[in-house]
Nanobody, 125 residues
Framework: QVRLVESGGDSVQVGGSLRLSCGAS????????MGWFRQAPGSKREGVATIAENGTLYYADSVKGRFTISRDNAKNTLYLQMDSLKPEDTAMYYCAATTSFNIGYPLRPATFRYWGQGTQVTVST
């Protein structure tokens, strides 16, 4: 069974930093893509950052230069370093993975099959 568990969400002030972690288990082969998505109240779920099996990185324009996605393959752990946080970053953050090799746009939530339970990030003004 594939299981993804996020951690690291918290409440921080504008300009602060957080580091999210996603532990993956039950995955025999390296997923084609893994990444982070977020959803704020009243908004659709959106892609934040993803990493392909070959190491290619994808970032939403809204977080480029502020967020960094990385992984530790030996520990089966995905990370999201978030710096210079803004109020608009407030959302539930989800870790996701897919085994499909032809998913099209890699930041599209609907193309990802496996999801974690989410971790809350709140950025105060």
């Amino acid at each position: 069974q594939v299981r993804l568990v996020e951690s690291g969400g918290d409440s921080v002030q504008v300009g602060g930093s957080l580091r999210l972690s996603c532990g993956a288990s039950g995955i025999t082969y390296t997923p084609s893509y893994m990444g982070w998505f977020r959803q704020a109240p009243g908004s659709k779920r959106e892609g934040v950052a993803t990493i392909a099996e070959n190491g290619t990185l994808y970032y939403a324009d809204s977080v480029k230069g502020r967020f960094t996605i990385s992984r530790d393959n030996a520990k089966n752990t995905l990370y999201l370093q978030m710096d210079s946080l803004k109020p608009e970053d407030t959302a539930m953050y989800y870790c996701a993975a897919t085994t499909s090799f032809n998913i099209g746009y890699p930041l599209r939530p609907a193309t990802f099959r496996y999801w974690g339970q989410g971790t809350q990030v709140t950025v105060s003004t």
